[in-house]
């Protein structure tokens, strides 16, 4: 894409802290959906469409942050992206470390804070769905 017919708003962390919400929310509606309309198949260990959808979801929040970050600090985005689709936490760990040197210290701990709030938030929400029903 020329840098014409690119869009000319810069990413800001803002943005970047928006679509990571965004994100969460989704997979976490996707997993209290599975919870709650599959819960035999859940633990018998099928697959559900809410899943693979939380799934699909998980990988696209991962690349599209990693290209809204390289984005912004004026890089090109590359092979990145595709490194986040297929291996998830470690390419972003691996992106911090590469990019950002001793502010990985920290931004590797902060960044389990998505991924436990998606393991966590579904399973306090669903049981008290389940109990209005």
């Known amino acids: 894409m020329s840098a014409e017919t690119r869009s000319t708003h810069p990413t800001t962390v803002k943005a970047e802290l928006m679509v990571i919400g965004v994100s969460v929310s989704v997979i976490s509606f996707f997993t209290v959906w599975e919870?709650?309309?599959f819960p035999l198949?859940?633990?018998a260990g099928k697959i559900t469409l809410p899943g693979v959808l939380g799934g699909f979801s998980f990988l696209l929040g991962q690349s599209l942050w990693l290209t809204m970050d390289r984005r912004r600090r004026g890089l090109e985005v590359g092979r990145w992206r595709y490194g986040a689709i297929y291996l998830g936490p470690l390419a972003i760990w691996a992106y911090f470390l590469l990019e950002?040197?001793?502010k990985?210290?920290?931004l590797i701990p902060l960044s389990c804070v998505p991924y436990f709030l998606i393991a966590v938030i579904p399973y306090l929400i669903a049981p008290?769905?389940?109990d209005r029903m």
């Open 35 to 37: 919870i709650l309309a």
């Open 100 to 102: 950002y040197r001793l």
């Open 104 to 106: 990985t210290l920290y």
């Open 41 to 43: 198949q859940l633990a």
């Open 128 to 130: 008290a769905l389940v």
